[in-house]
């Protein structure tokens, strides 16, 4: 049998804050330490209320913008006149 568990990825505190003053996305973020979006996104949150209660303020976070592709609209537009046609059947 194979084994599926993951280990847990420690990142120190000052790792995660070279992270977050070099980095714009919680996905370079995550990238640097190696942890997983939501739990960066997480401890950036928890970070950020830690250091607010004692007047220092970081860096905003942005999520990383989705590339949207054409085809993926052109579906999305293909799908919703079929639906659309097949309820104004009923």
Known sequence: MENTTSKRVRCSDDM????IYSSNTYAEISEKTGQKI???MARYLR????????????PKMQRKKPVK??????????TAKRLQ???DNQ
């Open 16 to 19: 995660f804050l070279e992270a």
């Open 38 to 40: 939501a739990t960066t």
């Open 47 to 58: 970070v950020k209320n830690t250091l607010e209660q004692q007047g220092i303020s970081i």
């Open 69 to 78: 592709s054409v085809d993926n609209i052109q579906n999305l537009v293909a």
């Open 85 to 87: 046609a097949y309820m």
